[in-house]
């Protein structure tokens, strides 16, 4: 059996986080860059490979097929690299469906050439996209979203006068 004394002294998670005055970390600080890292590193070695691409597409026939082909590729890889930037950036900005805010941010023209994406404008054209405060309409189980429930009769009411009370 655990004694009552053995559970009051070990501190629970939230007061953990009262005394320390800060949000206990989730991952260790030296993983967390060890991983950021490896994504810069991909990112410049998926640019290399994009302007290899490129190199390649100058050198072939102009107007050729192969030529064609390796614009595209290059394009595509450029796009694909944008859109995962994109993704990373959206998830810290708290969008809350990434796909769907990325179509709506390459409409609207919002991402520039870099990659960069216009947060504030984003923002402000799509706020559906950043969290579901303020989005619900207000309603209760009244008749309709508007009005409170009726305070008459409730099944208390109809319990207790079925039962002769």
Same mark, same amino acid.
């Given at each position: 059996?655990?004694?009552? =004394? %053995?559970?009051?002294? $070990?501190? %629970?998670?939230?007061? !953990? %986080?009262?005394?320390?005055?800060?949000? +206990?970390?989730?991952?260790?600080?030296?993983?967390?860059?060890?991983?950021?890292?490896?994504?810069?590193?991909?990112?410049?070695?998926?640019?290399?490979?994009?302007? $290899?691409?490129?190199?390649?597409?100058? !050198?072939?026939?102009?107007?050729?097929? &192969?030529?064609? $082909?390796?614009?595209?590729?290059?394009?595509?890889?450029?796009?694909? =690299?944008?859109?995962?930037?994109?993704?990373?950036?959206? #998830?810290?900005?708290?969008?809350?469906?990434?796909?769907? &805010?990325?179509? *709506? &941010?390459? =409409?609207?023209?919002?991402?520039? %050439?870099?990659?960069?994406?216009?947060?504030?404008?984003?923002?402000?054209?799509?706020?559906?996209?950043?969290?579901?405060?303020?989005? #619900? +309409?207000?309603?209760?189980?009244?008749?309709?979203?508007?009005? +409170? +429930?009726?305070?008459?009769? =409730?099944?208390? *009411?109809?319990?207790?006068?079925?039962?002769?009370?």
């Amino acid at each position: 059996m655990v004694d009552a =004394d %053995q559970v009051s002294e $070990q501190p %629970q998670v939230g007061e !953990q %986080q009262e005394q320390t005055g800060q949000e +206990p970390e989730r991952f260790d600080a030296e993983y967390v860059g060890k991983l950021r890292k490896e994504a810069a590193d991909w990112r410049s070695q998926l640019r290399e490979t994009e302007k $290899q691409l490129r190199d390649a597409a100058k !050198q072939a026939e102009a107007g050729s097929a &192969a030529q064609k $082909q390796l614009a595209e590729m290059a394009d595509a890889m450029t796009a694909r =690299d944008v859109q995962m930037q994109f993704y990373d950036e959206a #998830h810290s900005q708290g969008v809350s469906n990434l796909k769907l &805010a990325y179509l *709506a &941010a390459t =409409d609207a023209g919002l991402i520039d %050439q870099r990659g960069r994406v216009n947060w504030e404008q984003m923002k402000k054209s799509f706020p559906q996209l950043f969290g579901m405060t303020g989005t #619900h +309409p207000a309603g209760n189980a009244g008749s309709g979203t508007t009005n +409170p +429930p009726s305070s008459g009769k =409730d099944m208390n *009411a109809f319990i207790r006068a079925g039962a002769g009370r």
